[in-house]
């Protein structure tokens, strides 16, 4: 079975730092893109964040470019996200996903893993 597990998340005060990791299973994400969303309660789910299993090209959403590192450990079928600088704003449930292009448009993603919740509260 293909599964992804997002995990890291917490409470943090702002300006802190978490580090998110997507462990993957049942399918060889190299041939894939792994991609980072987040969603607040009553809003749309965004993209912040892929990696390109295949050529490593990266997409980074504006708001958290600069903040914001995804990294892989093909070892380990992991992908991680790096959260620096965090803001009150960044509060959300965040989520990993499998796909073919590493874009953030959420419909091409096929495969999804559990949320972990980001709490960014002084």
Do not use: H
């Not at 049942?26 to 299993?53: H, K």
């Amino acid at each position: 079975d293909v599964q992804l597990q997002a995990s890291g998340g917490g409470l943090v005060q702002p300006g802190g730092s978490l580090r998110l990791s997507c462990e993957t299973s049942g399918f060889n994400w190299v041939d894939y893109a792994i991609g980072w969303f987040r969603q607040v309660p009553g809003q749309s789910r965004e993209g912040l964040s892929t990696i390109s299993g295949r050529d490593g090209s990266l997409y980074v959403r504006d708001s958290v470019r600069g903040r914001f590192t995804v990294s892989s450990d093909s070892a380990k079928n992991t992908v991680y996200l790096q959260m620096d600088s965090l803001k009150p704003d960044d509060t959300a449930v965040y989520y990993c996903a499998a796909g073919f292009r590493a874009t953030p448009v959420i419909d091409e993603y096929c495969y999804w893993g559990r949320g972990t919740q980001v709490t960014v509260s002084s």
